[in-house]
């Protein structure tokens, strides 16, 4: 018997991504499941498994209302309580006036408790079921379905959510309505900001002192001084992981929430005020996307020790390099810098989107393999490149331009970038991984694909369409697609109509002849990245 005849997940990032595919993967929980987010290759990449599963919408979900249409279970987990109040009710297509009376909507996202109770009441004064369930337990956890939930809501409300809080964990039911649940949730993270942020404290003291950080850290690990966030941080924070598992600025968010309902309260917190601060600290050390575990860097920037004890300088992921003001920073592989999102993955590509705002600047990071670069922001971007090794020095791409670098193991590309344009960076980063079993002899003849780069490894074409232009053609090698200018697009004999965004990619494969026609009003360009 299923349970709910269609579960709509919104925000499917690191927590939301598990938790959709437990649900996913639970028989007779669903005869339908959506994945919805603002990143349409989660999205894709989601569908795709709905797809195998047999439980898949008839195409991806593009919009929010695409997403929730017939839903009778819908799940937000999403970062703060912004992106909640924009989804849930601002807006003639928010939750609150998409969602039938008898639908069910819980929000595992860690918000105050005033907004949950505020919601709740929108919610059930339509009829639809409102629970606040907040959740911990880490991306891990999350999918294993084995995450803590913190619930609480009506009778009514907690009864029909059971089947989907009992496959994603333990849910301890609050009593109290609405908003409880998240007030146990805001307690949790003052125990959890503080434990992290002295954990840090403890090891740079150790490191200044001289001890063996690892040795300590064995010692505290059975001792009555651990706690669990000791246990779990400490390891990153000593071996310097670069691994993203939950960003600093999450802890920034969650801290405050428990310093301004602490002061309404009028409970001292200061111990969970002082950890705000440090992760305040962090965030002024361009730290905000970094785990969390990374507030250590913050003791290490001010007493001068390096917790991890790696101070030799190279060119590898783990050395060190000793920027032009005297500090050291520590080299990162470039899938783990904050602000390349790995997009795409498979053996012969791995697709990476660079996006940060402008007087930004990454860290230190290697790249060691060749890459297609594909500079996407309108009117161009300017940069300061700083290679190790060299100067700095300003660097311009026109919109559109393409680069290739050669970046293999043994001479690879250590740089950090500062963006001084006005405008946000968006490039596509595709690395070449390995040479596919089909490739093309000679370039591509087909109308409307220009060639505009080529190399050993790869070949670029710029496929450009005006308004009601159509191209019909048999791609005979692998290929990387990426919208470049967008329009509305129409597909195949189906005449399926979408309009993609800009920075959009696919994974394609030697296929059927395909045809695409230019349904809109705009030039459409999107380039055509043939592997060799």
């Given at each position: ?275 705000l601060q440090q992760f305040i600290s962090g965030q002024g050390l361009g730290l905000s996307q970094q785990d969390d575990s990374q ?76 890459s297609l670069y594909f500079f996407l922001v309108p009117g161009g971007l300017n940069v300061i490149n700083h290679v190790q090794g ?63 780069k080529s190399r050993d490894k790869c070949r670029v074409y710029k496929l450009t369409l005006e308004p009601g232009e159509s191209v ?61």
């Open positions: 018997m299923i349970v709910y005849e269609k579960i709509a997940v919104i925000g499917i990032g690191a927590m939301g991504g598990g938790m959709a595919r437990v649900l996913l993967e639970q028989p007779g929980l669903c005869q339908q499941i959506a994945g919805y987010d603002q990143s349409t290759a989660l999205v894709d990449a989601f569908y795709h498994e709905s797809v195998t599963a047999g439980k898949a919408l008839a195409a991806p979900p593009t919009t929010l209302p695409q997403a929730v249409e017939g839903a009778t279970f819908v799940l937000v987990v999403l970062q703060n309580e912004a992106q909640c109040q924009q989804v849930c009710l601002q807006g003639d297509d928010c939750l609150l006036r998409l969602l039938a009376p008898g639908a069910v909507v819980m929000i595992s996202s860690t918000v105050t408790a005033t907004w949950m109770k505020q919601t709740a009441v929108l919610f059930e004064e339509k009829g639809v079921h409102f629970v606040d369930a907040p959740i911990s337990g880490g991306p891990v956890r999350a999918r294993a379905g084995e995450l803590t939930i913190m619930a609480s809501g009506n009778e009514a409300s907690l009864s029909v959510s059971q089947p989907v809080l009992q496959a994603l964990g333990k849910a301890y039911i609050i009593a109290g309505g609405p908003g409880q649940g998240s007030q146990v949730k805001m307690v949790h993270q003052l125990l959890a900001g503080v434990h992290i942020v002295v954990a840090a404290e403890a090891l740079c003291l150790a490191a200044k002192a001289g001890l063996d950080v690892s040795q300590l850290y064995e010692i505290v690990n059975g001792a009555a001084g651990a706690s669990w966030m000791f246990r779990d941080r400490s390891p990153r924070m000593m071996e310097s992981v670069a691994e993203v598992k939950s960003q600093l600025q999450i802890f920034v968010k969650d801290l405050d929430i428990v310093y301004q309902e602490a002061k309404k309260l009028q409970v001292p917190t200061p111990l969970a005020s002082a950890a507030v250590v860097k913050v003791y290490e920037n001010v007493a001068g020790v390096k917790v991890s004890g790696k101070s030799q300088e190279g060119t590898h992921v783990g050395d060190y390099w000793r920027l032009p003001d005297g500090r050291f920073e520590q080299i990162v592989e470039v899938g783990s810098e904050p602000r390349h999102q790995v997009v795409l993955k498979n053996e012969y590509v791995r697709a990476l989107r660079v996006s940060f705002p402008p007087g930004d600047t990454t860290l230190a990071h290697r790249h060691a393999k060749d060299f100067a700095a020095c300003a660097d311009c791409m026109d919109f559109g331009e393409v680069r290739y670098g050669a970046h293999e193991s043994e001479t690879p590309l250590v740089h950090r970038i500062t963006n001084t344009s006005t405008h946000t960076m968006l490039c596509v980063d595709a690395e070449l991984l390995k040479t596919p079993p089909v490739s093309a002899a000679i370039p591509l003849l087909a109308e409307r694909h220009e060639l505009i019909t053609v048999l791609y005979p090698f692998f290929y990387l697609s990426i919208v470049v200018q967008t329009s509305k697009i129409e597909h195949g004999t189906l005449k399926w109509q979408h309009e993609p965004l800009v920075g959009d990619l696919k994974w394609n494969e030697p296929g059927m002849e395909t045809t695409r026609r230019n349904v809109g009003s705009s030039t459409y360009v999107e380039y055509i990245a043939e592997w060799r």
